[in-house]
């Protein structure tokens, strides 16, 4: 599924991470997440990818419905402070929102 989502969806790219959206056709929103090692060692992805699942729960009744996102998180995520992948996860899906 997230392979389907990144060779079909839409992008919405910011500066920490890019979103890539697709209707999935239900009312249920589903989210992956892509951290790959360009973002550092094990200790930096795992931190990346707990800002994101809390920013992602943060959202909370804000994500789009009906859809399959899923969130790469960019090298620059890793010297962030969660405040601001939040604000950029936030800003992305409100473009998303716009363009999809």
């Known amino acids: 599924d997230i392979q389907r ?3 079909t969806g839409g992008r ?3 500066r920490l991470l890019m979103i890539l959206f697709v209707r999935n056709g239900t009312n249920q929103t589903r989210v992956g997440l ?3 090692r ?6 930096n992805r795992n931190r990346v990818k707990r800002w994101l699942r809390e920013a992602i729960r943060h959202q909370g009744d804000d994500l789009p419905v009906g ?3 899923v ?3 960019h090298p620059q995520a890793a ?3 969660y405040a601001l992948v939040n604000d950029e996860l936030s800003q992305g ?3 998303m929102r716009r363009t999809g």
């Open 79 to 81: 010297n962030a402070s």
């Open 12 to 14: 919405v790219r910011r």
């Open 67 to 69: 859809f399959d996102l």
């Open 34 to 36: 892509t951290v790959s």
């Open 38 to 43: 360009k973002v550092g060692n094990a200790v």
């Open 71 to 73: 969130v790469v998180a």
């Open 93 to 95: 899906l409100k473009r």
């Open 5 to 7: 989502v990144q060779r």
